[in-house]
């Protein structure tokens, strides 16, 4: 059944709905002169006739809009897949960096390290004999001292002697050898 016999047959039950309602009761009159179905008949012929064209025009005008909403997706989708081939080529490039930034900052790292474990071990060297001059440092400084101890010691065992006295041939043998070793001979 068409859209013709839909017309129809709509037209028919509101004008029996219609009939009914004016006599008081329900029911289907299917007396064709009191239902007016020839007038309707001509109506829905009519607007089948004009109604064709005008909705041929919206049909039509339906089907480019949907064809140019179509298209413009399509279009819409060349731009997306242009733009994710983009996106993938930045990305690709981005990961390339990344991966040459990671290197070179791992390489910097080895060579920071290096150098520091360089300059440690100058550091400890420089300690070390740092460490080994100030220990001769205080050697000398503490021999010096004992020395000058055992000097001033040997002085006053000396000046002690010399008061209590040297004995005669002591004193001669004293005179001797320093008269010896200035050059003199006796």
């Known amino acids: ?28 009159n299917l007396d064709i002169f009191e239902t007016n179905i ?11 006739y004009f109604g064709r064209k005008v909705l041929s025009k919206i049909l039509n005008e339906r089907q480019a809009n949907i064809a140019t909403a179509i298209q413009e997706a399509e279009g819409r989708l060349k731009e997306a897949q242009v733009a994710l081939s983009q996106a993938q ?41 740092t460490a080994a001059a100030d220990l001769n ?12 101890r055992v000097a001033t010691l040997a002085l006053q065992k000396v000046e002690s002697q010399l008061k209590s006295g040297i004995a005669d041939d002591a004193q001669q043998s004293l005179i001797d050898r320093s008269i010896a070793q200035l050059g003199g001979n006796v």
């Not at 020839?38 to 089948?48: K, P, S």
């Not at 490039?93 to 060579?111: D, G, H, P, T």
């Open 1 to 28: 059944m068409g859209i013709m016999g839909t017309f129809l047959l709509l037209a028919a039950e509101a004008n029996a709905v219609h009939s009914e309602m004016a006599e008081g009761g329900f029911g289907l």
């Open 38 to 48: 020839v007038n309707l008949a001509i109506l829905v012929g009519t607007l089948f």
């Open 89 to 129: 080529k930045q990305l690709t490039q981005s990961q390339a960096e990344a991966q040459r930034i990671r290197q070179s900052a791992e390489e910097n790292a080895i060579k920071a390290k290096e150098a520091l474990l360089t300059k440690a071990v100058q550091d400890v060297e420089r300690l070390r004999q």
């Open 137 to 148: 440092t205080e050697t000398e400084r503490a021999i010096a001292q004992l020395r000058q």
